[in-house]
Structures are given as C-alpha cells and as structure tokens.
C-alpha cells in the first residue's frame, strides 16, 4: 500500500525488489524472456483471432531494429507512436526500445494542436500512425517538426507515408537477434509518456528503462 511522506511530499510504494536486472536494457530482458518459451502464445489478436508466438513476435522486433537501424535512427533520437492497438505495434515499440529510440505514445485521438505541442518537445525522426488519423498527424508533423521524419501507417500507406509492413520484411540472422547493451538503464529514456491535459496541453514525463523493469511491466 502507498504511503505519503510529508517531508519528502513524496508518494512511495511498497518495497519490492525487481526480479529482473534492472541494468539490463528493456529490449535484452524482453527478447530473453522470448527466447525462453518460443512456442508460447504471446499476442492475440481481438478483431480476427489470430495469436502471434514469442518466436514470430521476437523476428518481428528483430526485423524492426534492422530496418530502423538501416534508415538512420540511433539511441537517443525520438519516434512518435500516435496510433490504437493492432497486431504490430509491439513489435514496432519494443523494436525501438532494443535499439535506444526512445518512444513518445500519443493517443490516437488527440487533436492537431496536441500532437503538434509534443511533436515540437521530441523532433521526432520516425511517426507512426493509423489509417484513420494520417491526415491530422501528417498536419501536426508539417507544423511541428523541423526536419521531416519518416512516416508509417499501420494499414494501407497513403501518400507520402509508408507502411510498417516495410519494416517487417525478413532479415539475415533474425532468429538469433540480441539487442546490444546500450548503457546505463537508469539513464536511458525509454518512453515519454503524456500527462493526462486536464490543466492545459499534455506534458511530457520520462520514464527509463530501468522504470520499467523494475515497475509492473515484469511483476507477474
């Protein structure tokens, strides 16, 4: 249970040391625990049913690293991920986490202004989006990022965007993909994540991967 401590004005958590290596990187503890069980179901998809095993889903992030890797983006630069749930995203983010990239989640019904306000905090390199938003987050994009970054459409691309299916397709050695080790996790961003807005535009809050290991993300 929570508990307050009024000198510190700080709320604090129960004590619970993580099982995992907090000094891994995100992308080694994750490609690990699929390597572990490859023929275990992973993902299922709630629109058709289909199931996606850790095997498939580690090539996924496998081919995801290389082709980001192979259009320039480095640790430390910024990918926006302004879409809803669908088979690839995962593959797509923790493919950015194994390579640096840190990832800025928008909702995918955020207005042009919205997006535009975080767009002009990460300069982003690379947005994702979906079919049913391009137009808003292409707008957001011409208004708010300086250089123009490459833009994916999970779906069918529409005009100068282009699918992510473009980074999923097969690579020399994928099957024994490991992420290399970035540095220290408790200085590397993984995710910049949004307030909720209720008292004006979102603001940016950073969370590094050793947040994340050590939080709810690994406890089951």
Known sequence: MAKYDPKAKLWRGPACPSVRNPEANLGQVVIDCLSQNPAKVIQINADDGGEMSCAEMKRRIARVVHHLRQLGLRKGDFVSLACGSSENVVPVFIGCLSLGVVVNPLAPVFSKDDFAHMMKVTQSKAVFCDVANREVVEQAVEEAIKV??????????????????????????EDDFIPEYLGDSNQLIAMVLCSSGSTGLPKGVCLSHANLIEGDVFRE
């Open 148 to 173: 123009k970054p490459t833009m994916f459409v999970f779906g069918n691309a529409g005009g100068s965007c282009r699918s992510v299916e473009d980074l999923l397709s097969p690579v020399a050695g």
